[in-house]
């Protein structure tokens, strides 16, 4: 799956390309306009994606890890030293619907 720099690497990347996506992005806009160029200040699109850091298989509620906020890597206590298992899902259920159920035992 890669070194567990090369993962923490990545994540880190996943979740600015979502900031970005979302209106949020660091650095310049397209053609090098900076952040402050851009026409009156427009409130910032709240990003519709939850990235959720999970510890291990008892873990049910997860740590909510927040783009633009690379502390929370911290926060939710992310080692990049333990192997990391991504699950990327398109539905939108609600916080208490059951993700994985059926995949918990393949890992």
Aim: hydrophobic fraction near 30%.
């Amino acid at each position: 799956m890669g070194n567990p720099l090369q993962i923490s690497i990545f994540l880190v990347f996943c979740i600015f390309i979502q900031s970005s996506a979302c209106g949020q992005g660091v650095g310049t806009e397209p053609f090098g306009r900076s952040l402050g160029a851009t026409e009156a200040s427009k409130p910032l699109k709240k990003p519709e994606t939850r990235f959720l850091l999970f510890q291990d298989e008892n873990d049910r509620l997860g740590c909510r890890l927040r783009p633009q906020h690379p502390e929370t890597l911290q926060e939710c206590g992310f080692n990049s030293s333990q192997p990391l298992i991504m699950i990327i899902h398109g539905w939108s259920g609600s916080e208490s619907a059951t993700v994985g159920k059926d995949s918990d035992s393949d890992y």
